[in-house]
């Protein structure tokens, strides 16, 4: 059973803290993080590898066996990348130590990006710190490292050919 509290956030500053940085709340679970009974969806499952429809294979290395992993594949976008209007399709399992292969079948080869996080506490939200970086283990394709801007999709894209493609991801601790 998820059990989800939230603290608001009060005194002087509250108003000013939800204004700067959206709500503002600290979230914990009573499940267990390495427990398998998360909430993944079925739109949420990975697409089998090896199938014979033109995919993306995504490797993510150094995972941790606690939470989710949680795999994102994004259009191009000079606007809305890492948002939900540029997502194409979110992979959720359960995460593993070591390293994790998830496939997304596409339609067309052309310019693609994918972001993953590790949701540590299964609360299906990436946690970030107060300068809105991420706080849970976090990646983006094309080995770009977060600095303190919203990363741009050129930087994390890679082309896919008509054949497909493999890329392997490392997640940032």
Known sequence: MLIKRTLPVLGLFGGLFSGLFGAFAISGTAQAATDNTFDIRPYEAAATCGAQTLQIKVIV??????????????????????????????IRVPAKSGEQTVCFDIEQAGSYAVAVYQDIDADRRLKKKWNRMPAEPFALSNKKKLAFEMPKFDDAAFQVPATGTVIRIKLQR
């Open 61 to 90: 290395e150094n995972v941790t066996a606690q939470g989710i992993l949680t795999v994102e594949l994004y259009r191009p976008s000079k606007r809305s990348f890492l948002k939900k209007a540029s997502r194409l399709h979110r």
